[in-house]
Every structure is written in C-alpha cells, then in structure tokens.
C-alpha cells in the first residue's frame, strides 16, 4: 500500500486526490477546516462517477475502488502517518504555506518528498522555513489538472536530483505530463509564456487594433489549433521546408522586428483597463450565472480534447 497525502481539499486538492487514486495509490485527505476533507470525498464521489459514465475514468481501476483508496482526516499526523509523498494545496499565501512545511517537516521521515501546488511562489521562498530543503520541490499543475495533465516540476536550489527523479516517476505513473524545470523562476515556464500571449493580446486591444472576441478567436481557431499537440518550437521546425534552423534564416529577421515594436508591459489598471474590462463583459456578463456556464463548456471542450489526445 504506497500512501500519498493531500494537504488542502479545494479545488485542486481534491484533483490530485483523484489523480494519484487513479494511479492506484492510497490517498489521505487532510483540511484544516473541520469536515472539509470529508465534504471533498461527497464532490470526488460525484465527480468518479459522473467519469465512468461519461468513458472519462482515469486508470484501470472502476470508480468505487478508487473511492475506497481515498479516505479524510482532520488530524494531520493520522492523515500523514505511512507517506512517501506529500502533496500540499493549500491557499496561495506565504505564510500559510511556510507554517504547512514547518508542521509536515515535524511530523514526516526525512526521506518523505515535500511537494507543493503553488502556482505563483518560488520554492525558495515556500520552503524557507523547512531545514531539509533536498527532499522539497514544487509540482504546479494547470486546472483542471484531471484533463490538463501539464505538471512543472520545479526544484529549491538545495533539492537533490534523485528527488526530482522520483517524482518525475511519480507523475508519469499516474498520467499526468511532468516537465522539469532546471531552476526556480518566477512564474515558471507556463505563467511565463502565459504572461506573454496576455500581454500582447491586451496591447491589440487597448490600442484598438482588434476586438476583444477577435483576439481570443486568434487563439481559439488559430494559434490555440496546434498547439493542443505541437508546441512553438516544433512549430517553427515544421513550418520551414528544412527545418527550424531555416525558419529562422527566412522569418528570424522578421520576428525581431515584431518583438522590437512590441509596447512597454501593459499595467492592466485605469481607464484602459475599464474599457477592455467592458468590452469582455459585454461578451459574458460576470454575473456567477454566466461565468458557471463557460467554466462548464470549458471543462466539457477540455474532456473532449483529452479525449482526442489519448487516441493520438
Ligand atoms: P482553494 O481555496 O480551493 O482550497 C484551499 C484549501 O486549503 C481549502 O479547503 C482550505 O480549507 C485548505 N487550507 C487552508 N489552509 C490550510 C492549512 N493550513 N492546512 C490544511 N488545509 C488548509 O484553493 P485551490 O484553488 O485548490 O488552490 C490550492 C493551491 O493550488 C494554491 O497554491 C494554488 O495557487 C494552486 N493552484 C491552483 C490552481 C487553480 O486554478 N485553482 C492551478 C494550479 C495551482
């Protein structure tokens, strides 16, 4: 029986609980919020289900055995007691996830791997606090992560390799799509280049250049096309008859000068702010209603896709 723990039942907590049960681990929920955990096993109870009808069950197992391997504590030595592995995912605050580490390097072996979900702070910052840094790395997953199967792997200056190892090992035994990162980075590569298509996207339109609902169609029936299962750079190496090396002599020159007119980093505030602001809710008012129902097609799209991925 390999036991993993999940530290925090929101959202994405209760994602990884069904990744890692997907991949036939035994899975111990703990919230520091009385009853949390336990409520999150009711949704995750749902959500298998829900899964098996639709085809969209990770893993080889049917969905009551994956629920038995998953069970909720609201002590967290009962709920880490067995551990190889520690996935935490609670709020996205300093502190809050210091003082975890602080606890689970208490209660843990220190051979136990100390794995964080945050997605905007660095390991040196989360893991100040803990005294054995070799054994810690953060495992930032893209949501949801039960159809985005993305995992970056990031490690502290001090982790050692054999720890990125085991869980590069891990997260490809359950399914998901581990990438590791050489070094910490602020915004890792996915908020990195995520940051990028953002920021251009919200120039062409602060400067009327295109609409809001043009731009995300650039994306979604353009660029967004192949890259569900091509990246940029097999992009380039493709789109040039010999290759990437190639494509920069033809279109290298080009892009530079692209880059080159590119404005200064936008600051996402004032008037030009209120005006994309509006014209996106023009689109879709932000009413819970409105924004329920798109995160809804969202995730529906997302099933079929992953759906699509698996057979290619
Ligand atoms: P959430 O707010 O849905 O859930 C956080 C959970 O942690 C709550 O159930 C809360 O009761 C619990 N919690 C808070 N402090 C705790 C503590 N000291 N001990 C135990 N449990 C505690 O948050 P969500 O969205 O699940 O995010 C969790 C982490 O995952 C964050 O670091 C976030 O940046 C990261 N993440 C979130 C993504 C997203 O799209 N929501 C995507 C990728 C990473």
Known sequence: MEVITVVGSGLIGRSWAMVFASGGYTVKIYDNQPGQSAKAITEIRKQLEELEEAHMLRGQLKASQQLNLISSHDDLAQALEGAFFVQECV???LEVKQSIFQDLERLVGNNVILSSSTSCLVPSSVFSKVHNKSRCLVSHPVNPPYYVKLVELVPHPETVMAVMDAAYALMTKVGQVPVRLKREIDGFAVNRVQAAIISESWRLVKDDVIS???IDLVMSEGLGMRYAFIGPMETIHLNAPEGMEDYMKRYGEGITRLLNSFGPTP???GEE???????????????????SARKERRDLLLMSLAKLKKDH
């Open 91 to 93: 709020f996205e605050q």
């Open 212 to 214: 809001v609902k043009d």
């Open 267 to 269: 600051d996402f505030s």
């Open 273 to 291: 702010a209120k005006s994309v602001i509006s014209e996106m809710l023009e689109l879709i008012p932000n009413s819970q209603q409105h924004l």
